[in-house]
């Protein structure tokens, strides 16, 4: 059965996007099949996969054009599927909300995702209509969350908002996880924080601490994930340990 995890934080700069295709990568290094849908109209995460396909279809595709969802699939070097996202999006996500269409993702998925034994969901850092399709869309969230005290604003409410989507018969989704990602714990600031979350959240912080780690912030301008990039690196390692771990969590319950 598929699951569909989305991939949410409503701050930038928190290793959103580098979560979403390394744990992608990391998951299809483990032979199960797995789809990562960029909706971010940034487009970052396509990049990091290496779509070099200059006008790749869009979820805009099948809304606006009627394309089959099916052609909007295409190949990352690193071992898993990707339907890719552009400033298109940003179209998308006025015309979701204006003509009523909400659950479009949800739709899509139902026609593509009994392919997959994953779905990845990398979404935008502001909680707009695009969020909240990859939010009803999803079983599951994780968030990914530096360890500084600005980035603890706003995952409250983002458990807020997946609570009520809950709660109206929109979605059963719920958060997984917290990630803590960019950690460096020579600096004390960083480990109050992942101390304070253990605290706070024991039965969501993975165990799994994702490092500052260079090769993982290389990675993406050679359209690699840092697991393809650079197998060998902590940033890597971890995300392959992470995926590990959410195996564990979802799989054997």
């Known amino acids: 059965m598929n699951k569909v995890l989305a991939i949410a934080n409503q701050k930038g700069g928190v290793g959103k996007t580098t979560t979403a295709v390394n744990l992608a990568a990391s998951l299809a290094a483990t032979k199960r099949n797995v789809l990562l849908i960029d909706l971010d109209p940034q487009g970052n995460a396509t990049t990091a996969s290496g779509i070099k396909t200059e006008e790749p279809n869009t979820l805009c595709e099948p809304f606006f054009n009627n394309t089959d969802p099916e052609d909007c699939i295409y190949t990352s070097p690193d071992g898993y599927k990707i339907i890719p996202g552009s400033q298109d999006l940003i179209a998308l996500d006025v015309a979701i909300r204006d003509n009523n269409k909400q659950k479009y993702l949800s739709k899509v998925l139902a026609k593509v995702g009994n392919s997959f034994d994953y779905t990845i969901i990398d979404t935008p850092p502001t909680l707009n209509q695009l969020t909240i399709e990859a939010l009803m869309a999803a079983s599951g969230t994780l968030i990914p969350l530096q360890c500084e005290y600005y980035s603890l ?26 990630i803590r990602t960019m950690v460096d714990l020579r600096n004390n600031l960083a480990k109050d924080v992942s101390n304070e979350l253990e605290n706070h959240f024991p039965s969501l912080v993975f165990n799994t601490l994702i490092p500052r780690n260079i090769k993982l912030a ?36």
């Not at 983002?158 to 059963?172: A, C, E, F, G, P």
């Not at 840092?226 to 054997?252: C, D, F, Q, T």
């Open 153 to 178: 604003e706003g995952v409250t409410g983002l458990m807020q908002t997946i609570q009520t989507i809950s709660d109206n018969n929109l979605s059963q989704n719920r958060v997984l996880g917290i």
């Open 218 to 253: 290389e990675a993406p301008s050679h359209n690699q994930s840092g697991v393809k990039y650079m197998p060998s690196s902590y940033g890597a390692k971890a995300y392959l340990a992470l995926a590990g771990e959410l195996i564990r969590k979802i799989e054997n319950v």
